[in-house]
């Protein structure tokens, strides 16, 4: 257990002139009034008084404060008055005691989502008249939630999520993040024990390993630092595993992927330093575009101030830096109570005041609101910025992104309401799936077991988890119909050459089939024929090479994929080698040879051809995409648009078309439009044989006469 001269050292290293007297009296009061009272560690109950007082010296906080902290509790677990602490210790103490007490002794109510307002409220409140009394409120749950083992399992999880939902937050606000993060690992580990069990086996497996190579770089940046006279700390430390976690959830990475688990900060004395240490840094390895971020000249909210760059480090791997001042580190560690001006009675200065005139404009907003749900949905939470507070129809809290509709949130609740997300009530109101939700909402979703995910809510969702989970949903469902097809038109395939399918798929044949086309296993070469990727001879071709494949060519696939072109003369693309099947080019992009193409299976539509760089191309489903090129042997004319700018003349048009005819090319469609400074805009949509022709039109019109600009433009 601390001792109370622990804490009067700790004070004395960063306060010598503090009145260490109030210290004094203060612990003697407590431990006299909390005297027999015992925790359920089984540890008298003054030893949790002295733990928060020890966190507040931490926290470089006044002796007020520090005193505050071994009364927190009188009033609530003892005899104690707020007359008799007055008396002993003045009106400023007995302020701060009483709203912590406050804080802590939420009215009991049957609707949760009431007690939820009304502990957010208090929070505000609390944070508007005396900050310190959140500052106490924090280092108060920071200590039970470091001894939180000693409760039942259901007392444990409602402590820990409230600390993630409102304690933490509120930390992170202030930008006292140290003791954000250790009240998220904690409730992460009591919330979530198999994951939080997961990351810490992860990280301890190759400790010793990453310790070297969190040295190594440090003396890489050091020596660099060095050689330009720049004299710093060089810290580097895993990150903290809820962050971790939350990286791998949010970005859906396994352990291994996530790069970033090592954090390196340089610590330096002037900013100017800060900004010729980020230069050396670049110097040394290539930053990663989009990754640098100057909170020095735009700070946050909270006051947090840094360089933050990430860097592919000496051997090959992604590196995530902090540069900063000295200053700016102790305000990054300790927020608020860095800046702490309740010193001999005074109060915040005009720089802080204005830093934290969002608590003041919270209180404005809410103070003669009563309605917990108008409460919640009126007042924009400055607290979370960019989150929206929402309610379960049993009064659990939830946060979601701004933005966010109620497929997100079913998906929040679990996999399995999100997949059979059929509709949405909003404080009571069927509303549709679009919906954004506000903070206080009451959302309750409707399930059906005939429902399944839908493309469309790929383009309203905002979460990643959400996003995440739909894709998987319909990539599963595709991959298990064209396993079906696939089957089916193998068996149909096999048994032309009389082959028995069944047979040969366990057989070693088959795995060499897989090996060869790439595949993991027999399932995914099944599903890639019923997708159209392959074919089912391909197999067959592998399975036993000698059969009589040529008697007939593989209708089966042909049907899937296409009507069949019997009897016609090759087409100009080619598809992975198979003849006979319907292609198609993009109205889109209407690419010609020479264009870099990629093929799109639309069942019973045979083949669409695209420009590899067309937009529609890029959104395909890679799943249906195929492998095409050109045929060189089939001479064709392809359709092409252009775009001719001009300045207006007699016989204009003419000379256009005359020199795209010269260039043996015809001619399909022309418009023609005069815009303001006799300017005419044109388009021709021309037939060409490939790109080398289509740049020899494109170069005998620009030597036309006033022609100001020629460009292919998408169809």
Known sequence: MIRINDIIDKITEYNQDGDLDIIDRAYIYSAKVHEGQVRLSGEPYLSHPLEVASILADMKLDVVS?????????????????????????????????????????????????????????????????????????????????????????????????????????????????????????????????????????????????????????????????????????LGRYKYYHSIYQKMISQNLEFEEVYDIIAYRIILDTIPQCYEALGLIH???????????????????????????????????????????????????????????????????????????????????????????????????????????????????????????????????????????????????????????????????????????????????????????????????????????????????????????????????MENVVEHFGFKNVDDLIASVGYGKITPLQIIRKVAPKPELEKEHDSIFNKIIGRVRKKKPKTGVLVKGVDDILIKFGKCCQPVPGDPITGYITRGFGVTVHRTRCVNALKMSPERQIDVEWNVDVEETYPVKIQVLSFDRVGLLADIASNISKNGANILSANSETRGSKIVDSYFTIAVEDTEHLNRILSAIRKVKHIQEVRRIDG
């Open 66 to 234: 520090i005193a505050a902290g071994l009364l927190h509790d009188v009033i609530e677990d003892t005899h104690a008055t707020p007359e008799e602490i007055n008396e002993m210790f003045g009106k400023e103490i007995t302020h701060i005691v009483s709203g912590v007490t406050k804080l802590s002794s939420l009215p009991f109510s049957s609707s949760s989502q009431a007690r939820q307002a009304e502990s957010i409220r208090k929070m505000i409140l609390a944070m508007a008249d005396d900050i310190r009394v959140i500052l106490i409120k924090l280092a108060d749950r920071l200590h039970n939630m470091r001894t939180l083992k000693f409760h039942s399992d259901r007392k444990r999880e409602k402590i820990a999520q409230e600390t993630l939902d409102i304690y933490a937050p509120i930390a992170g606000r202030l930008g006292i993040y140290w003791i954000k993060r250790e009240l998220e690992d904690n409730s992460f580990m009591h919330l979530q024990p198999e994951e939080y069990s997961k990351i810490t086996t992860f990280i301890n497996k190759d400790r010793d390993e990453r310790k070297k190579y969190i040295e190594t770089v440090k003396t890489f940046i050091k020596k660099k630092m060095d050689e330009h006279n720049l004299k710093c700390e060089v």
């Open 283 to 509: 110097s040394l390895w290539k930053p990663v575009p989009k990754k640098f971020k100057d909170y020095i000249s735009v700070p946050k909210p909270n006051m947090y101030q840094s360089l933050h760059t990430t860097v592919i480090g000496p051997f090959g791997e992604r590196i995530e830096m902090q540069i900063r001042t000295y200053e700016m580190d102790k305000v990054a560690q300790s927020g608020i109570a860095a800046h702490w001006s309740y010193k001999e009675g005074h109060r915040f200065d005009e720089k802080m005041s204005k830093t934290y005139a969002w608590i003041q404009s919270l209180v404005e907003n809410q103070e003669n609101i009563r309605d917990p749900d108008e409460f919640l949905e009126n007042v924009r939470i400055d607290l979370f910025p960019d989150e929206v507070y929402v309610f379960s129809p049993r009064g659990d809290i939830k946060t979601v992104p701004k933005g966010a509709t109620p497929v997100d949130f079913a998906y929040i609740i679990h996999t399995e309401v999100g997949n059979q997300c059929a509709g949405a009530k909003v404080n009571g109101r069927i509303v549709p799936l679009q919906y954004e939700l506000k903070t206080g909402d009451t959302v309750e979703i409707i399930t059906s077991k005939k429902q399944h995910p839908s493309k469309d809510w790929l383009n309203f969702v905002k979460t990643v988890k959400a996003r995440s989970r739909i894709r998987q949903w319909i990539k599963m469902q595709e991959k298990e119909r064209s396993i079906t097809l696939g089957r089916e038109m193998c068996e149909k395939a096999f048994r032309k050459y009389r082959l028995n399918f069944h047979t040969l798929l366990k057989s070693e044949e």
